[in-house]
């Protein structure tokens, strides 16, 4: 849904998602690099399995909630990106926490 | 980190920095929390570690912001970037999540400069990923150097949603549309106050620039629109939506939404201050003084937070609150304080002489809002708008009383996204002003904590 | 000017709780044309405070007659429940299929061995209990710390949803048609010939029988009939978190796991006046007890905490007074809305009516609390 523009800073970073590395730019969160990714739902949700992202980057709306090295339901907008760093998509409506 | 600060400061954007920096040079011992990794708050994020070969290309407005922070880099407080502020009340307790743990502070004075958050733009399908806000489109932008690889669909109205298209237009990305919905008739209610605009010309300058701008890039721009309907299953696909009497469908995979900005209240909330009703910018807003103090003696409100005014204006009033801080805390004197404010004052009484002008161009309509009884109030508990009707219907007393009957606002966000929704319905079926409405009560946690993590704080206490 | 004929009702119910709404549906029910008056959205309300339990393990060992009343309240759940749902199509989440109390210390179980006993004295053995050590509690749930020294427990006890149930009150009323006035409090009543008059915040309105189920206020708004009922607050901070797996077989008075999957966690009892604000001590006290009794629960977060005060009489036990010298004006207080709500709905509601109700409503007299009576 997105793409770097191509004059920005260069420098990629492994992570993982949902068990797959994959790279994508440093310094940036991890709801960018969702968008950056295409991982189109970040999330599912609890009563209706309605597929839902990120909505307003800042912290308010608790849309890009993700799991984030066993942690449920953290705010993907509000963390960096660091190599390494392991996140799951909450796409089970019924088991919060259950990927950990 | 101490247990207790003469002045803490929320938010470490124009005025929260402002703040903290006039604060500190009058010898205020200062402690500033922000949830930002780095300072400048929304406006200024990462201008001084920009992701973008030429940051230039977000405007010079932007760039203003790089001294600004820079300077509160070198000034002498204690900064807790990525810190989150969950708690707060009226004895001025602070609870706050410093690296994952539970912290508390007690505060002499408190500035809350937590700056403000995108008025809600319920349409039905607004839930569905590919909708978002234009401000987290320039969030992308800003922190990530992410733009869509599609052009996107921009709706709404007001400065924000014209400054991303100008931004998308100079960063090479087309923008497939813009879908206005800002009324007609407010143009006459603007014009009455562009006398007092001139004296902030440079707004107007900035406003015509954009739209010629974008109007020589040759971007359709739909004007009245109405009954905006964001369609799809797994992710967007099309908007739909009337324009000057005609149906028009755009096939798109991202829509920026936008229709203003309103104070983002819960701190000042949690803290007691007392609110009232903006006609005028259609929100609420902390009561507060000239120098920004609120209801509640020693709980400072500055920038957007206590009503929305700009960055301008907003560094302006936290300079304002930090003055009045170090009198009371008996760092300057009332004459010294009144010399140091006067240019302050007149500067910010400039700077929010555009306001009038663009808050009557830009002011929504309520009645187009929440026309279809489908679209999601409560984005977290799934609440339709229909579902507050129903309770409306039954006589409920306010937007407490539909909280309880629906869960409408139990949710995650706090009823952050659907408070002003409520508070339109309910006025609508009573035929009344939402100042008559009332408002959700705020409680806490503000931010995300866990069991554990207060678990663990209580055995600090015993 | 609003017609005058507008303005009359058979009966007033004064409060829109959980207290007011059950009488006023059990009273339309009956026929009655009822005009409730509720406060205003941010007044206090117990009612939005509420655990949500239907409880009587404990209620009552000190006074036979609640104990044997809370006993039959909630006996009437089941059926209560089922009519609201075939009637509203809300299901208020009745679960009644047993609670726990967890004790934490040594002092903590010996009250409660002794408690459980008098209740069951009180009811003739009607009252089933039993004290489960760790060991037995763990059987039965899994999840308890082996800190926690054991439990009380009784198949009697169950919980709903209060907010649905509140919610559910108000559409039968309406649906049988008695008229809600929201946000219209209160402001005083008098006896006129006979008859009652009530002035509210938008106007005067008259009627043969007049209810107060308006939580703290009762004390002031019941005496102007001559109804002296003395009440405290006592107030409660209550915790929900975000949903988690269901792992709760039912409810315990310490942590609730609620239809949607959230748990509720309670709650605290502090004596501060009319102060319902939240406290950063309390909610941490009652996280850490919280994640005491069940340690996985650390990683949960935390959704919500508020504050409400209980209406407490100085006995505890509840209050049902008609007025010696004003006939037909009655005062209900309790700060057990949800245990008593089906017995407020019926044989509370008849007796309103002036039908016999139920025996033991003439067990809770206001008048006990008068010094001279004393």
């Known amino acids: 849904m997105f793409r770097r523009l191509e004059d920005s800073a260069p420098e990629r970073i492994e992570i993982e998602i949902d068990g797959e590395p994959v790279l994508v730019p440093a310094g940036i969160s991890l709801a960018a690099a969702l968008f950056y990714l295409d991982a189109m739902p970040s999330r599912r949700t609890q009563l209706s399995a309605s597929p839902r992202a990120a909505f307003c980057m800042m912290g308010a709306c608790f849309e890009c909630l993700l799991e984030v090295e066993g942690e449920g339901s953290q705010r993907a907008c509000q963390l960096q990106v660091r190599p390494g760093l392991r996140a799951w998509r909450q796409l089970d409506p019924l088991e919060p926490g259950a990927n950990s | 980190m101490k247990t207790s600060y003469p002045l803490v400061i929320i938010g470490a954007g124009p005025a929260g920095m402002a703040a903290a920096q006039v604060a500190a040079a009058q010898g205020v011992e200062v402690a500033v929390i922000d949830e930002q990794a780095q300072p400048g708050g929304q406006i200024y994020r990462n201008v001084d570690s920009s992701p973008l070969a030429d940051a230039q290309l977000l405007g010079r407005d932007y760039l203003l912001g790089k001294p600004q922070v820079q300077a509160f880099r070198h000034t002498p407080i204690e900064y807790f970037p990525a810190s989150a502020v969950w708690y707060l009340d009226r004895n001025r307790e602070i609870g706050l999540l410093h690296q994952a743990e539970h912290r508390r502070i007690e505060a002499g004075s408190i500035v809350i400069a937590c700056g403000a958050q995108e008025r809600p733009m319920p349409i039905p399908g607004w839930q569905l990923p590919g909708v978002m806000t234009a401000g987290a489109g320039q969030i992308l932008l800003k922190s990530a150097a992410l733009v869509p690889s599609q052009p996107p669909v921009l709706a709404g109205s007001g400065p924000l949603m014209l400054l991303l298209a100008w931004q998308y237009l100079r960063a090479g990305v087309g923008v497939r549309a813009i879908v206005d919905t800002t009324p007609r008739h407010n143009r006459l209610q603007a014009m009455l106050r562009l006398p007092r605009a001139l004296a902030a010309a440079e707004y107007l300058y900035k406003g015509l620039k954009l739209i010629s701008a974008i109007k020589r890039a040759r971007i359709p721009w739909y004007l009245e629109a109405r009954n905006l309907c964001a369609d799809g299953d797994e992710q967007l696909q099309r908007l739909r939506f009337d324009s000057r009497g005609g149906a028009v469908e755009i096939e798109t995979g991202l829509l920026q939404l936008h229709q203003g900005v309103i104070p983002a209240l819960q701190l000042a909330d949690a803290a007691g201050c007392e609110m009232r009703w903006s006609e005028m910018q259609q929100c609420w807003q902390p009561l507060v003084d000239a120098w920004g103090e609120s209801s509640i003696a020693g709980v400072f409100i500055a920038g957007d937070a206590a009503g929305i005014g700009g960055a301008r204006a907003a560094a302006l009033a936290g300079q304002l609150a930090g003055l009045q801080v170090a009198f009371r805390q008996n760092r300057i004197g009332q004459q010294q304080r009144n010399r140091l404010a006067r240019p302050l004052q007149i500067a910010l009484r400039r700077h929010l002489a555009i306001r009038p002008f663009l808050d009557s161009y830009y002011r929504i309509d309520n009645d187009a809002q929440l026309s279809d009884g489908t679209t999601l109030v409560c984005r977290c508990e799934e609440i339709s708008a229909a579902e507050i009707d129903a309770v409306a219907a039954l006589g409920c007393s306010g937007p407490n009383q539909a909280k309880a009957f629906t869960r409408c606002g139990m949710g995650h966000c706090q009823g952050r996204f659907c408070g002003a929704s409520v508070e339109i319905l309910l006025a609508r079926h009573r035929a009344c002003s939402v100042a008559d409405i009332g408002r959700f009560t705020t409680r806490p946690p503000l931010k995300p904590v866990t069991l554990g993590q207060l678990a663990a704080a209580s055995g600090d206490q015993s | ?374």
Not at chain 3, 75 to 94: E, K, N, P, R
Not at chain 3, 177 to 188: C, D, R, T
Not at chain 3, 238 to 266: D, K, N, S
């Open chain 3, 1 to 374: 000017m609003v017609p005058d004929s507008a303005n009359r009702y058979d009966t007033i119910v004064v409060g829109g709780g959980l207290v007011g709404a059950a009488v006023a549906f059990g009273m339309a029910r009956r026929g009655r044309r009822v005009g409730v008056f509720d406060g205003g959205d941010r007044d206090f309300r117990a009612s939005r405070g509420n655990f949500g339990l239907v409880w009587v393990q404990g209620k009552g060992a000190d006074y036979a007659p609640y104990a044997r009343l809370s006993g039959a309240a909630a006996s009437c759940w089941s059926d209560f429940a089922a009519q609201l749902l075939s009637d509203t199509g809300i299901d208020v989440g009745l679960e009644q299929n047993g609670g726990y109390d967890f004790c934490l210390e040594q002092a903590e179980w010996d009250a409660r061995a002794s408690e459980m006993s008098r209740v069951a004295a009180h009811t003739d053995g009607e009252f089933e209990y039993e004290m489960l050590g760790n060991a037995e509690l763990r059987q039965r749930i899994p999840e308890v710390s082996d800190e926690v020294l054991g439990a009380s427990y009784s198949p009697l006890d169950g919980h709903v949803n209060p907010l649905y149930l509140l919610r559910a009150l108000h559409q039968r009323l309406l649906d049988l048609g008695a008229a809600y006035h929201g946000a219209e409090p209160v402001v005083s009543s008098a006896a006129e010939a006979g008859r009652f008059v009530v002035t509210s915040a938008r106007g005067r309105y008259r009627c043969e029988r007049l209810v107060f189920c308006a939580g703290l206020a009762n004390q002031r708004l019941a005496a102007d009939l001559g109804m002296h009922i003395p009440l405290q607050p006592l107030r409660g901070q209550l915790l929900i978190t975000e949903r988690v797996p269901r792992f709760l077989p039912c409810a315990t008075l310490q942590v609730r796991q609620t239809m949607e999957g959230t748990l509720q966690i309670g709650d605290s009892h502090e004596d501060v006046g009319y102060d319902e604000s939240t406290t950063l001590e309390v909610i941490t006290r009652l996280a850490a007890r919280a994640v005491r009794i069940f340690p996985h629960l650390r990683h949960v977060r935390l959704q919500r905490a508020w504050g409400a005060l209980r209406v407490m009489t100085p006995d505890g036990n509840p209050v049902y007074q008609q007025s010696r010298a004003h006939a037909g004006a009655y005062a209900i207080s309790c700060h057990s809305g949800v245990t008593l709500a089906a017995m407020h709905a019926g044989p509370v509601a008849a007796w309103l009516c002036g039908e016999p109700g139920h025996p033991l409503i003439g067990e809770f007299p206001a008048d006990r609390f008068d010094v001279s009576a004393a």
